[in-house]
């Protein structure tokens, strides 16, 4: 069974468009993220939420929205994407947001914007 | 402004060597140290993790070194394999962070056989 998945794997797309990505966790986790890797492998974290209220929400243009929709889902909305929007985006999940609450990856999104 | 720097950028072994990891943090709040490993197509998976509270922590061929007073990390990994060959990140957060791991920039292991 897959912990957490993503849909789609791969997402190519012209600059200007609006796509989703969705993520669902079966863990039973109470928090799931969303994080940017970029061409250099740089992971770093957008948003967090924890039982459904956004609890992280680092330095992203506001063209980026999460939506949780309950506990086991978290979805990334883009508006008006951009060339630098092309990376790998991942989902993850931890069963708390405390200190040492390990974080589940999903398999990630390739977004390719033309 | 990298809280988390990582080296080497990249790293060859040969197979049964030990490959070693340097991470180095600025912010003396972080508390918890956690190391990924991610395979090409993957998303990162937990390896290993310390708190400050001890200097040393191992587990079967992995090992985290702290050095709290230098503010530095490391992750030893014995008797390196070819399927070890990934890119490793280390990653540190601190109480109160509600699970915000700040991720060194990774380090690409290549273990040749």
């Known amino acids: 069974d897959t912990a957490v998945s993503q849909t789609p794997k791969y997402l190519v797309t012209q600059m200007g468009n609006d796509k989703s990505i969705k993520c669902e966790q079966n863990?039973?986790?109470?928090?799931m993220y969303w994080y940017k890797q970029d061409s250099k492998k740089f992971l770093k974290i957008m948003f967090s939420y924890n039982n459904k209220e956004l609890i992280i929400n680092e330095t992203v243009p506001n063209r980026f929205s999460p939506k949780s929709p309950d506990k086991a889902h978290l979805n990334l909305h883009i508006n008006s994407l951009e060339l630098g929007d092309s990376a790998v985006y991942f989902c993850a999940s931890s069963r708390t947001s405390g200190l040492e609450g390990e974080q589940f990856f999903g398999p990630g999104t390739r977004l390719t914007v033309l | 402004q990298q809280q988390v720097k990582q080296s080497p950028q990249s790293l060859i072994v040969q197979k049964g060597g030990i490959s070693i990891i340097n991470c180095a943090y600025e912010?003396?709040?972080?508390?918890?140290f956690p190391w990924y490993q991610q395979f090409p197509g993957k998303g990162p998976a937990l390896l290993i993790a310390?708190?400050?509270?001890?200097s040393e922590k191992k587990e079967g061929r992995f090992t985290i070194s702290f050095n709290k007073s230098a503010k530095q990390f490391s992750l030893h990994i014995m008797d390196s394999q070819p399927g070890d060959s990934a890119t490793y990140f280390c990653a540190a957060s601190m109480r109160g962070s509600q699970g915000n791991l700040i991720f060194g920039k990774g380090t690409k292991l290549s273990v040749k056989p």
């Open positions: 863990l039973g986790h109470d928090t």
């Open positions: 310390i708190r400050p509270d001890v």
């Open positions: 912010n003396t709040a972080f508390d918890y």
